[in-house]
């Protein structure tokens, strides 16, 4: 039976892929997205109850799995997703980092302790990942792809969350480099920054006001005029995951609607493109 054009050049047949926080919001779309496309999947994830509904899920789909429930900022934890997944299957071809997550608070607010925390949830976990992928990738010798989930806030400013934006902007230019030490390998590293993606998660950090999600917030904030679904996320890990970007590395696709295109400009209600406030709306706050 023949395959189709996707098929053919997106090389999946056999490939494992590794997924820090896959069972919950983006990281569930993005497991079902490649275990659509015959990828078999090592998951870890902190949720027990995400953890339970993707395993069933997966096993309904007959995808062959691997599904831990660990924190994958614990390196003990993560050094047991790999050698399972080593165990099992010998190999190693994709990795995909979706682990991260912040709160609001003004830096001069902020403690040592805060800034560990979000450090480890949104940086170092990505390092010991990478650490644990990268040999395993190189002795396959295949090459591999690396993808690590950032955000629209490590390519702006982000009052109220510093720490968090600069965690992220550190993601970014780690897989910068890293990228150009395993080209020769074959292993590429790339980056997905989203923005405003509403998911039972980003409730759960407590980001503040949501008005974005509203109708008009999403169309003055967003030139698309919508928030982000999870598929435009998971489209995107897909493809940079598979063969139809054998050629792209270092860099960073950005699912946001063109938010960071436009960077600053809003679209307002009966005024249009406008890189300040009109009038009307600083009415009785001068």
């Not at 934890?77 to 790999?82: I, M, Q, V, W």
Request: glycine share 12%; hydrophobic share 45%.
């Amino acid at each position: 039976m023949s395959t189709g054009w996707f098929e053919d050049r997106a090389g999946f047949d056999g490939c494992v892929a590794v997924i820090t926080g896959g069972a919950g919001g983006l990281g569930s779309a993005i497991a079902a997205d490649l275990a659509a496309n015959g990828v078999r999947l090592a998951v870890v994830d902190i949720d027990a109850e995400a953890v339970e509904r993707l395993r069933s899920e997966l096993a309904e789909g007959g995808c062959d799995a691997v599904v831990h429930h660990g924190d994958a900022r614990d390196p003990d934890e993560l050094n047991l997703l790999f050698e399972a997944a080593h165990e099992r299957w010998g190999r190693l071809d994709i990795l995909v980092n979706v682990v991260g997550g912040t709160f609001r608070t003004p830096f001069a607010e902020s403690t040592p302790k805060g800034w560990d925390a979000l450090l480890r949830t949104n940086f170092h976990h990505v390092l010991h990942a990478c650490s644990l992928a990268v040999p395993m990738m190189k002795s396959g010798g295949r090459g591999g792809s690396i993808v690590n989930v950032t955000t629209i806030e490590a390519h702006r400013a982000a009052p109220g969350f510093a720490v968090y934006s600069a965690a992220k902007a550190a993601v970014e230019q780690f897989s910068r480099t890293l990228a150009v030490e395993l080209a020769p390998d074959r292993i590429r590293v790339n980056n997905v920054a989203p923005d405003f993606v509403p998911t039972p998660n980003l409730a759960r950090f407590g980001s503040g006001d949501h008005s974005m999600a509203t109708p008009v917030g999403a169309r003055v904030a967003i030139p698309m005029g919508r928030v982000g679904h999870v598929s435009d996320v998971s489209n995107s890990v897909v493809f940079l995951a598979s063969g139809l970007s054998t050629f792209i590395t270092g860099t960073t696709l950005h699912p946001d609607g063109g938010t960071l295109a436009s960077s600053g400009w809003f679209n307002w209600p009966d005024t249009g493109w406008a890189n300040y406030a009109p009038t009307r709306f600083l009415e009785g706050h001068a």
